[in-house]
């Protein structure tokens, strides 16, 4: 059972243009452009619409492409063929609340199963490890542990 920390959910009309325009018409903000494209502190990643745990720290690395790149999700997501520009892609949608997230592509660490989860910054909002307890994300510490040794 997923407990979504209050202070995290959010009406869709409080979200800005850009984290609307994403989440809810799987628009693309700019490359390196997202607050969390360059960002590696230590903690979890959320569905910014409901608070949903999506990525952990531990498995985010820069894939060099623009935008914040996940080898493995911690929650199911949903995935959707994409042909909107052309070429065949896989959508990734938060399980919870359909927001759209990025998409999943086939060229991420082979070490890590291959995969690269390459998601808009929009969709996200950072957890950090210290806050994780009080925020209601205890639970998931773990994943973000899972490269310490």
Known sequence: MILLAKEYKKDLDNLDEMEYMVTQH???ERPF???YDDFYKKGIY???TSGEPLFSSAKKYDAGCGWPSFSQ???KLQEKRDTSIGTERTEVR???TDAHLGHVFTDGPEAEGGLRYCI???SLKFVPYEEMD???YGEYKQFVNEGDK
């Open 46 to 48: 959320v569905d910014i």
């Open 134 to 136: 009080e925020k209601g």
């Open 120 to 122: 808009n910054s929009a």
């Open 26 to 28: 799987a628009a693309t």
């Open 33 to 35: 452009s997202g607050k």
């Open 94 to 96: 938060s399980e919870g």
């Open 73 to 75: 999700p911690i929650a």
